[in-house]
């Protein structure tokens, strides 16, 4: 290097400045995998009919009728009075009435008056039950649980935007 600060010759040809490497390609776009609609029946409201959904529904409010859904969850103020049919069921109010499903989860504040059919079964302590408790098997599960439209009760409701609509 001279004193100036300026190299020669060979030094110079190993001295080259770094290019800037070109831009990175966006990423594609990756398909989301569908969103699961879950309909809920709020505290402050009541329903009276039967409900039907291959999704998943959430009572906190009371319903006076049959329900035939893939997955259920009855919260802590929520109250049903009429069977359910369900792939799983999480329950943490009160239900009178049949209970049919794959797999049911009872919190520590479940009632439930009437008898329960099951597959699996996670029983917290201090949930009531007042009916008979049965195990089902595979096949009588698949029947019991069975959400078809010809066993399924009702029409098909769905809540969106706090409206209930019929379809």
């Known amino acids: 290097m001279s004193q100036f600060g300026?190299?020669?010759?060979?030094?110079?040809?190993?001295a080259q400045t770094a290019l800037p490497?070109?831009?990175?390609?966006a990423p594609a776009p990756v398909a989301e995998?569908?969103?699961k609609k879950t309909t809920i029946l709020a505290a402050d409201t009541l329903f009276e009919g039967n409900i039907k959904s291959s999704e998943q529904l959430i009572v906190e409010g009371t319903?006076?009728?049959d329900l035939a859904v893939k997955s259920v969850l009855i919260a802590q103020s929520g109250k049903v009075y009429g069977n359910?049919?369900?792939?799983n069921a999480v329950?943490?109010?009160?239900?009178?009435?049949?209970v049919a499903v794959g797999t049911i989860q009872l919190q520590t504040t479940a009632h439930i008056i009437g008898p329960v059919h099951y597959g699996k079964l996670?029983?917290?302590g201090g949930a009531i039950i007042e009916g008979e408790m049965q195990r089902l098997g595979a096949e009588a599960r698949k029947t019991a649980v069975s959400t078809d439209s010809d066993r399924a009760m009702g029409e098909l409701v769905s809540i969106a935007g706090g409206k209930l609509?019929?379809?």
């Open 63 to 65: 319903l006076r009728g």
């Open 165 to 167: 609509q019929s379809a």
């Open 6 to 14: 300026f190299l020669r010759g060979k030094q110079a040809a190993t």
């Open 21 to 25: 490497s070109p831009p990175t390609p």
């Open 91 to 98: 329950i943490i109010g009160r239900v009178e009435g049949k």
């Open 122 to 124: 996670d029983l917290a």
């Open 33 to 35: 995998a569908p969103k």
């Open 84 to 87: 359910i049919e369900a792939e």
